[in-house]
């Protein structure tokens, strides 16, 4: 005849194959071993945050992993991994208890997204706590960023019809890409640094067109001038050698 532990102990491990056991703790104290030391997963007990969340991040994708919460009695039947481009936008449920790790993919690089991992039990929507955290994704190699060359052959033109103004122009010597053509994507855009010689005092102002018209300048000053790209998916080019020009002094000064 079996003795009260092995009978405790098979009842025990035929709840944990059907998932209403979560683990088995020392059985071999009373016949009712299986229902004071067989720790159940109950469905209306929440599980804990995961430990140790951690994100390592490449130009397109976002590897994940985790510790499992630090409360072993409560049931875990998987996790829920959670991101989007700065806020949370997308849901994937990972089953198994065991499945501490998972690569979200097909990601926008030198982009900053939002992450949560947390862990669930089998009563729906009965998520644990999230752990929340960000991360940017990488520059791709090649990309648009490393072949932004900056505007060449800055130049300034002294308007005469218009009074203390200059229009300046450059070349840009980086070639069009698909993005700038997209009817969904911001225009590459001109960034113009401009100010008096050796002030502290620099304004800037944005164009669509390689040339901008610079007005309500000091005659009689030295001004200094760069310009650099500013691509539709907002990636930058260094800035362009400065220029000089003179604003000459008006003709209608008065004494």
């Excluded at 669509?208 to 907002?234: C, F, H, I, M, Q």
């Excluded at 990636?235 to 000064?253: A, Y």
Aim: proline content about 6%; hydrophobic content about 35%.
């Amino acid at each position: 005849m079996e003795d009260a532990a092995t009978v405790a102990t098979r009842e025990c491990r035929k709840l944990r194959e059907r998932g209403r056991c979560f683990a088995l703790i020392s059985l071999n104290l009373t016949p009712n071993a299986c229902v004071i030391h067989c720790a159940f997963g109950a469905k209306d007990r929440v599980p804990n945050a995961p430990q140790n969340v951690r994100v390592k991040t490449q130009a397109t994708s976002a590897t994940l992993w985790w510790d499992a919460p630090s409360d072993p009695t409560v049931l875990i039947r998987g996790y829920t991994v959670e991101y989007g481009e700065g806020s949370i936008s997308q849901r994937i449920l990972i089953e198994g208890p065991d499945s501490t790790s998972f690569t979200v993919t097909r990601l926008a690089p030198n982009t900053n997204y939002v992450f949560a991992v947390s862990a669930y039990n089998e009563a729906d929507g009965e998520d644990g706590t999230k752990v929340m955290l960000a991360a940017k994704t990488r520059p791709s190699e090649g990309s648009l960023s490393e072949k932004l060359w900056p505007p060449t052959s800055v130049r300034a033109k002294i308007d005469e019809e218009v009074a203390a103004s200059a229009v300046i122009s450059w070349d840009d010597p980086n070639p069009e890409q698909n993005l700038d053509n997209s009817i969904d994507s911001t225009q590459r855009q001109y960034v113009v640094s401009y100010g008096i010689y050796e002030s502290d005092v620099v304004q800037k102002v944005r164009s669509n067109a390689k040339s901008v018209r610079l007005t309500d300048l000091s005659p009689g000053k030295e001004y200094e001038v760069a310009v650099k790209v500013v691509a539709g998916d907002g990636n930058e080019s260094p800035w362009s050698i400065r220029d000089l020009f003179l604003v000459p002094q008006s003709e209608f000064n008065c004494f």
